[in-house]
């Protein structure tokens, strides 16, 4: 039998960033640096070669990742839906 299609699990998670603390988009566990950045536009602020992370609600630390890196995607992945992080 073939196997079955994948069906994305989406859901959001809520991101803090000094005063900040909204809603993003998460598609399987990946939250992607753009979103957070189109809304925070921290890039506008750390201008250069910065790197960010993010603290999942047990403690664990996603990243870092260097967002002018365009080699590769920077997608936090581990992040839980429907948490703060």
């Not at 989406?10 to 753009?34: I, M, Q, S, T």
Request: overall charge negative.
């Amino acid at each position: 039998p073939p196997e079955p299609e994948h069906v994305p699990v989406e859901g959001k998670c809520k991101v803090r960033y000094n005063h900040y603390n909204k809603d993003f988009p998460v598609v399987d566990g990946k939250l992607k640096w753009a979103d957070i950045d189109d809304e925070y536009c921290i890039s506008f602020v750390f201008k250069g070669n910065y790197t960010v992370r993010i603290e999942c609600p047990d403690g664990t630390r996603l990243g870092p990742l260097t967002p002018a890196d365009e080699s590769s995607p920077a997608i936090f992945s581990g992040c839980v839906h429907d948490a703060q992080h």
